[in-house]
């Protein structure tokens, strides 16, 4: 036997490793299903070939109705509530005399392809609906999503959308629209890994929210899965192997049926308070944080209450919506983040020339140099709130980049008689500056996704630079650190409520680093609560000092990761 043996390619069942940014942490091992790609346009003017047979293809309208209309039926009964009245409503639209007519017509009359015809036909109604107004121009989404479905059904491409499965899967895409994260079902979707996106993104915030283990950022991971093949996917991780062991597959599965739940009281295993608290971007998620056992709100985004609107909200409706909140937590901390408008929550009240650069332009509390009385109307409708309830009040600014920002502020909400103001801390400036501006104000809380977003010269919505946008870049850690020994030097509290707050093992060095409030989505509070649990005041700066010595955020996640193994334990 000769002792030199080649190298054998890997068979196609050797497990394979991708490594992505892990942005909402859990293991699930199930089934890849990939995402279809967007139905392109037919081109213009496609027509039949000379002597087609005219009936024959616009029959195949009729037909591509009715199949799209029998497979939305189906969905919409294996579907609830909101749902599914959404899919028996595209259902109607997709049999709708209409459309089906006006596609038909145009075959006979301009020779087009089925397809090309249903797509003009859909454009004549979407136009139609837009001119009607209402709740028909809300229809125009479904409109396309329908022409879609019926121009994939002609041309014998998949339906769009997350596809359908008899068994819950893992959802592999190139990137995910906000959109369909949020209305994912999670019985169906265990898992999101997506090849593009970054871990502030608002996909990686609801996947989180919605509580999907979830890897972004998994460059290489599409060409190696193939439609039903199995995956493990370890969104603590950022990591997806294909073809996984069976051994790790069957912990993996042990390790998801355990169901963790949090007891209000967040502390180191010697003991060391942190206080667990939720964000909350409206006034039903209140409830929800506080049955999840959140010691309080450490981020309350109001900007709920001025979007989609032209004018400002009255002082009425203002307080109503703060007292929602304030009501689910008596007696407990409520920080009130005054309105972040600007950069990609623009608001038409308050817009200004036309920016290059809005996410360095006039955002946060910079809208309030050219517009005082609205956030005046907002600290005295924050201050009537805070009257009429018991919970303990704190208000901070957005985007605050100097000490006299920091300043002005303070002084300001101690006119409206709020005498606990802070500052958001999402700008390396105020960071470097974070003794002199904690000199007036009474906390800060870091914003660990724009101080990312700002440290990197990252924009947080491009996925192209979403390995830059990683809270885990030793940069940002170091700002934390700043940010925190400015803290100590004022005897003032940093808390963190950018998602970095939401990541166990990231949760744990912001701790080591002298953080004393993490506040999430309070669906990751019993996860960081029980590895907080297990971890000491002194090995989280231990683990702090590693990361901050690390020379990139991977080296800084995987070194972190490596020296906690009550992760891997709990399945995080
Ligand atoms: C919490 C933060 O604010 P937002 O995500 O609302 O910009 C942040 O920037 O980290
Ligand atoms: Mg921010």
Known sequence: ???????????????????????????????????????????????????????????????????????????????????????????????????????????????????????????????????????????????????????????????????????PFVLVAPDLAPAIVATLDTTAVLGIATAEGGPTAHTAILARSRGIPAVVAAHGLEPLVTEGVLVLLDGGAGTVVVHPDPAAVEAARASASQVRTFDGDGRTADGHRVELLANIGAPGDAAQAAAAGAQGVGLFRTEFVYLDRDEAPTPDEQVADYRAVLAAFPGRKVVIRTLDAGADKPLPFLAGAPEANPALGVRGLRTAVAHPEVLDAQLRAIAAAAA????????????????????????????????????????????????????????????????????MAADRLLGSVAGLSDAWQPAVLRLVAETCRGGAQQGRPVGVCGEAAAVPALAVVLVGLGVSSLSMTPRALADVAAVLASTTLDECRRLAALALAASSARDARETVRAALPVLAELGL
């Open 388 to 455: 009429a309830e018991s919970a303990d009040v704190w208000v901070m600014a957005p985007m605050v980049s100097t000490v006299d920002e920091a300043q002005e502020f303070v002084e300001r909400c101690a006119r409206h008689g709020l005498s606990t103001a802070g500052v958001m801390v999402e700008v390396p400036s105020a960071a470097l500056l974070a003794d002199r501006v904690l000199a007036h104000a009474a906390f800060a809380s870091i914003g660990t996704n724009d101080l990312t977003q700002y440290t």
């Open 1 to 167: 036997m000769s002792s030199h043996v080649p190298p054998q390619p890997p068979t196609t069942n050797t497990p394979t490793l991708v490594h992505g940014i892990g942005v909402s942490p859990g293991r699930v091992a199930a089934p890849a299903v990939l995402m279809p790609p967007p139905v392109p346009e037919p081109p213009s003017g496609r027509r039949l070939a000379p002597g087609a047979d005219h009936v024959a293809a616009a029959a195949r309208i009729e037909e591509a109705s009715r199949r799209v209309r029998t497979a939305l039926d189906a969905a919409a009964d294996r579907a609830q509530g909101d749902a599914a009245d959404v899919l028996h409503a595209t259902a109607a639209i997709a049999s709708d005399p209409t459309l089906v007519a006006d596609a038909t017509q145009r075959v006979h009359d301009e020779s087009l392809v089925p397809e090309r015809a249903v797509w003009e036909a859909a454009a004549e109604v979407a136009t139609q609906f837009e001119a009607l107004g209402g709740v028909f121009a809300e229809r125009v989404r479904d409109i396309a999503d329908v022409r879609d479905r019926l121009v994939a059904e002609l041309t014998g491409r998949p339906a769009p959308g997350v596809p359908e499965r008899s068994e």
